[in-house]
């Protein structure tokens, strides 16, 4: 959040998506007191006015306006559509990263991960450059290319120069009106100069949640150097809740030597449906053990749960949990309860 001030006006830059109608700000004042109140609840669809009064009770009026940041990419019931850079993107859209150092301070794909775990993603926060060379130049940051001698065919590059590393970030926001399990990302890949000898091959591609450090996830599918359309289907780490943001970072390391360019071009990103595997129970045997009576089994998978239920006396008959029991995969001894009358009768149930 920012805000900028000007004489006695404020004006406050919020995020995309946030419900400006209900806010309550908080501020701090020294000697003098404020009229409405710190946390008080306003609708900044349009300015709000805070009146100050001094010591002396002098008053000065300041008015507040919040207004909206441009969206990021927006992905939708059916996807964000084809992005071809056509113009130049929002700062809230794409961004990149110098990232400085030397060029031999990474040295294998272990290195560049564990870099990329430090990273917050409200600082990688620089515009991208612009450039009309072809094939394309080397920079110490991420940019699109016109296209100007290229056919025509604006694309975003990337080709380190007098750094550590280049990062390239989207911003993505869910605009499905539900939470999203997987994300599909497909993109034009192509590597203009190649020939050069790199400690960390190609892009490396990354997703977070959060934008936090340590929150960073591998794409390997999309982390070569071979040119060609790439497309994964990413099963994420926890759902993607509606109306909030998530990352994806590409990352070049800067070579020892002259290095490699690459170019990423007709991005999209979609809800990907990612079949969730059903658990099924094998091998069921009953049998007496001390007194009691123990079920063996196997489960196909592990993060299971098996519940053991039992029923009522009387009609209508109902069942109820009685034990529960992890079964973490594989074969396993589960040892009924006893009971009186009910207990001749048991009901598992499988789940997660």
Known sequence: MAAATSGTNITITVPYGTDVTDLAPTYTICGASCDPPPGSHHNFT?????????????????????????PPILVGASGSG????????TIQEWSTLNVGGAAADIAD???LDSMVQTYLAANISTALGSSGFWPPGANNIAR??????????????????STKAVVLMARLFNESGGGINGLTISYNFDAPVTGNAEEVPGLRVYYSLTGLANSWTVIPTLCTATAGTLTANVTLSSPWANAN??????????????????TIDDVSFA??????????????TVGPEAGQFTVQLSTDSAGNVVTVMTPSLTPPIVWTPVQTNAVPGGAVSITLPQGTGQAAFFKLMLGQ
């Not at 100007?148 to 120069?161: E, V």
């Not at 970072?249 to 690459?262: G, K, P």
């Open 245 to 262: 943001a998530m990352y994806v970072l590409w990352v070049v390391d800067n070579n020892a030597a002259t290095d490699n360019a690459y």
């Open 109 to 111: 794909a272990a290195g």
């Open 144 to 161: 699109r290319n016109t296209g100007a001698n290229n056919g025509g065919n604006p694309m975003l590059q990337l080709r380190p120069s």
């Open 82 to 89: 084809s992005l071809t850079f056509d113009t130049v993107p």
């Open 46 to 70: 349009s300015p709000v006015h805070y009146i100050v009064t001094a010591s002396d009770s002098s008053t000065k009026d300041f008015a507040v306006t919040v207004t909206v940041s441009a």
């Open 271 to 284: 809800a990907a449906t990612i079949p969730v595997p059903i658990p099924t129970l094998s091998g069921i």
